[in-house]
């Protein structure tokens, strides 16, 4: 899944994503997520299958918001080759 092209993908809190075998989610090309949880309702990034990994998160563009979020299950979870990303 790719965020670009100066989109925006915005998960309410709460969200829980449940991600499929080897799939990754990417921003670039100026695209943007934000993942703004609060302390009562995170954002969950988790595998759909919990024996099998889903793949990252990819930020190759900045401007990327994570707060109150738990990742987990990925190859790699989160992968960062850009700036001024909040976390």
Sequence with gaps: V???NN???TIKTG????MHPGVSLITE????LIAN???TDKI????FDEE???NMIE???GGNRFTNCIINGGTNNIYIKSKDNIF
């Design 2 to 4: 790719s965020v670009n």
């Design 7 to 9: 989109a925006s993908l």
């Design 15 to 18: 969200t829980k994503i449940f």
């Design 29 to 32: 090309n100026g695209g943007k």
């Design 37 to 39: 949880g609060n302390s």
């Design 44 to 47: 969950e990034f988790k595998p």
């Design 52 to 54: 099998q990994a889903w």
């Design 59 to 61: 930020l190759k563009s």
